[in-house]
């Protein structure tokens, strides 16, 4: 228990209870009413006790918030807190709570999450080679936790995908999106199957690697927004990929014992998704970082059609592994190459921790290969909200 004194009164306290586990609970954390909101006292004894627990090789941190409690939720949520769900008369009857944790990821982690470059992008079903590693990836990955994955099943995916002009939900069409590294490899693969009653049907949904899986999180709901109003996902998920989900909004619906495998648990997820869903932009932390203090102000992207919707005064949710916030779109400048556009655009705006202009046309060259450079180089010029 830590105590927290201003002027030799006793404002506030933390109470961490340690597990077996490696993991540790708060109960409670409480801030003398007469300090609330005056010297930031609840942020302080958190972040005391992360620091302790951190330095005690703790993997998570954990609480429960009472739902009528919202200053105290939206505190815990602010803090990267991530809601697991909720349990009725837990401790109270009639009183349902929170509950909530914190993955006490490392700095290295992080950073080994940022190093990986992913673009999600429609399937091409006129590229062979793209069409071949879908094929295989879902071959090779779905088949421990799916019966039926075969040659033949993944041939009807791509009919049901050739069908998607139509638009006619009984003839079961499909979209496809695809996620690649900057070597254009597909690590991952999600296919939407629209639904009467508009739900979406979102199955396969695999990837490779936390990155890919979190970028197709990302990336798809905005682009479904025409075909419904609601996404589910049918999915064996692992520990990271459920973090995933929690923390990006997804919602655990059901668990279904041996609905596609007779040894397997199928989970379903969901996501309410509306003319409201807001666009979004995976960015790198350190770049949300400089963003969030107001030193970098412009955002450098390649001409895809999604990033070439974008228009000027749209609000842009900027995502990343640990948090995200809102910006909107104060100006777009077009140009046919990354050094015709530094010859205009200040780099020191683009990356400000760079050390030169040569040093940031080295980075947008690794993450940008010359084959996504000729689509058309993109900047935005972001206004934080």
């Known amino acids: 228990m830590f105590v927290a004194e201003i002027d030799g009164q006793r404002a506030g306290m933390i109470h961490l209870v340690g597990k077996r586990q490696s993991t540790y609970k708060i109960s409670p954390l409480i801030v003398a009413p007469g300090f609330r909101g005056l010297v930031g006292l609840g942020s302080r004894l958190l972040e005391y006790a992360e620091s302790y627990v951190r330095g005690h090789q703790a993997r998570q941190l954990y609480c429960t918030v009472a739902e009528q409690n919202i200053a105290a939720l939206q505190f815990f949520l602010r803090k990267g807190f991530i ?12 009183i349902t709570e929170i509950m909530l944790y914190k993955p006490l990821y490392g700095i290295s982690k992080i950073m080994s999450l940022d190093q990986l470059h992913v673009s999600v992008l429609p399937c091409d079903e006129n590229d062979e080679e793209m069409v071949r590693q879908v094929g295989s990836l879902l071959l090779e990955r779905l088949q421990n936790s799916f019966e039926g994955i075969t040659d033949d099943w ?14 006619d939900i009984n003839t079961k069409y499909k979209l496809i999106y695809v996620a690649t590294d900057s070597m254009g490899r597909v690590i ?37 927004v025409p075909y419904g109003h609601k996404l589910y996902i049918h999915i064996n998920p692992t520990v990271n990929e459920v973090i995933s989900l929690q923390r990006l909004g997804w919602k655990l619906d059901a668990a279904l014992p041996a609905a596609y495998h007779p040894r397997v648990v199928t989970q379903q997820w969901s996501l309410n998704i509306g003319d409201e869903t807001m666009r979004t932009m995976r960015i790198k932390k350190r770049f949300y970082d400089l963003i969030r203090s107001g030193k970098k102000t412009l955002e450098v992207r390649i001409g895809y059609d999604s990033i070439n919707r974008i228009q000027i005064g749209e609000r842009i949710e900027l ?11 104060g ?28 040093d940031v046309l080295r980075l947008l060259k690794q993450i940008y290969p010359p084959n996504k450079e000729k689509l058309g180089v993109v900047v935005f010029e972001f206004i934080r909200e």
């Open 331 to 358: 100006d777009i400048r077009r140009y046919h190459t990354m050094e015709a556009m530094l010859t205009v655009e200040p780099w020191g705006s683009i990356a400000p921790d760079s050390g030169s202009g040569e």
């Open 83 to 94: 809601r697991a769900g909720s349990s009725d008369s837990h401790y109270k009857s009639e």
């Open 319 to 329: 995502v990343t592994h640990t948090g995200s916030c809102v910006v909107r779109i």
């Open 154 to 167: 993944v041939r009807a995916l791509f009919d049901g995908y050739r069908r998607r002009s139509t638009y």
């Open 188 to 224: 991952g693969v999600a296919g939407a199957t629209p639904k009467k009653g508009s739900p979406i049907k979102v199955m396969p949904f695999i990837a490779t690697n936390k990155v890919a899986f979190e970028a197709l999180l990302i990336d798809i709901p905005h682009q479904l």
